[in-house]
């Protein structure tokens, strides 16, 4: 059974640097194929993504915040952290992570989402 | 702005099919498979349709997906109310290597 949770602060400043955790089980990150990735969802907005990491330890990020995120893993604790930098109310939005499949492109178990507000 | 197209709102009765549109190009929906994600009212995103057209597990065969060129479909038939809800396309996108998601597609049964 595939499980992911998202887990970290409710609440940031701005200018602050988020750190989110995502921990799954019923899968390995070091299978070929298996990759996580962290999505976005301003209230009442579209699904953004924002970074991948995969089996390979290779990692993805959008275009537009590349500059602000990083992503990694420990795969012993079956975990993949994002940090997202400069953190501004704009960013506030409710967080995923959920399985990538290599290939098939499709995002295919979810977490259940952290709401993360951003204000001073 | 997304990547890909789809149109903000579709609506339909019960009983009835609809068909919900999703355009890119050949970066992305031309060359990758396309995925299919039904976001019912405060609850996570659940794939419905990957590769394409494969159903998982779980998922009723009312919805089907097919794809032609940049441009990809996803339809439901024997439209239920609990089928209410935001639809999104998604697929990688080779030129930026990043996956890139529709705007969304909001799902009323009238």
Redesign the interface.
């Known amino acids: 059974q595939v499980t992911l949770r998202e887990s970290g602060p409710a609440l940031v400043k701005p200018t602050q640097t988020l750190t989110l955790t995502c921990t799954f089980s019923g899968f390995s990150l070091n299978t070929s194929g298996m990759c996580v990735s962290w999505i976005r969802q301003p209230p009442g907005k579209a699904l953004e993504w924002l970074a991948l990491i995969d089996w390979d330890d290779d990692e993805y990020y959008s275009t537009s915040l590349k500059t602000r995120l990083t992503i990694s893993r420990d795969t012993s604790k079956n975990q993949v952290v994002l940090t997202m930098t400069n953190m501004d109310p704009l960013d506030t939005a409710t967080y995923y992570c959920a399985r990538t499949s290599f290939g098939s492109n499709s995002l295919d178990y979810w977490g259940q989402g952290t709401l993360v507000t951003v204000s001073s | 702005q ?1 990547v890909l197209t789809q149109p903000p709102s579709v609506s339909a009765a019960p009983g009835q099919q609809v068909t919900i549109s999703c355009s890119g190009s050949s970066s992305n929906i031309g060359n ?4 299919w ?1 039904q976001q019912l009212p405060g609850t ?4 419905i349709i ?2 394409n057209n494969k159903r ?1 597990s779980g998922i009723p065969d009312r919805f089907s997906g097919s794809k032609s060129g940049s441009s990809a479909t996803l339809g439901i038939t024997g439209l239920q109310t609990g089928d209410e809800a935001d639809y ?1 396309c ?3 996108d080779s030129s ?9 597609t909001k799902l009323t049964v009238l």
Not at chain 2, 44 to 47: D, F, V
Request: proline fraction near 8%.
């Open positions: 997304s990758n498979y396309i995925s994600y996570a995103p659940k794939l990957s590769d998982p999104f998604g697929t990688w930026l290597t990043a996956v890139v998601f529709g705007g969304g």
